[in-house]
């Protein structure tokens, strides 16, 4: 048995790394880019296309990484074979992949660390989300990603559940509905709960508890947990 060429396994190991890190939305977007783009060595100028196009600080530097370990190893993948070998990996690494935490980032973009921003990680989990899914969120403004994500849900029969505060419930704290601040109906397909007011513990003031906690959670096997506002 012949043992792998040192640049094929170098290779390997980048893609089989990137499609480990790489959010499963992004990696099913830069194979679907890079199966258009045919069999013709990838030119400089697509490479930063693709990087740039990329959502996410850190999928752009895992992409920077991939291309450069590529350069150096195999550079003359054709795009479509690249594709087929990042599905390949992301398919591999979803079947033997144990539990795993991932950091996400709420605020401006840094250089020096690479983590998920928490906005397209609530994405990904509404997007991959097939039987339930479950928001909780304190506040929530229209964000049209947002609404059309939920909408895409219940589209193809997920039973959406959101936890949020009302005005009433909330005994002053926000002064609109959560709901329709998203953009969202009844209409929509979605279920709505509220904390009930009367069934809130009150501190020695008799100010009432508010609802806090914050995430989204799809198919009782991927969970977003923030302490940021989901949904604004």
Known sequence: MSSTAPGIAFALSAIATAARELSA??????????????TAPLSERQIERLIKDTPGIAHRL????????????????????????????????ENHAEERIDLVWTGPEASSIKPRESYGALIEVIDSSRKTLTI?????????????????AV???????????????????????PLAALGLTSEDGVEVYVWPLGKRQTNAAGQHGSLHMKCAVADSRLVLISSAELLT
Do not use: M
């Open 155 to 177: 589209a193809r029969g997920v039973h959406v559940r959101l936890i949020l505060e009302s005005s009433a419930a909330s005994a002053g704290k926000i002064d609109y509905e």
């Open 25 to 38: 939305t992004v990696l099913e977007a830069t194979a679907a880019k890079l199966e258009r783009l045919g």
């Open 62 to 93: 895992q992409l920077t990484e991939l291309f450069k370990r590529l350069r150096e190893s195999c550079a003359n993948l054709p795009p479509v074979a690249l594709a087929w070998a990042l599905r390949g990996a992301g398919v591999q690494d």
């Open 136 to 152: 909780a969120s304190f506040a929530a403004y229209r964000i049209d990603a947002v609404r059309v994500a939920l909408r895409r």
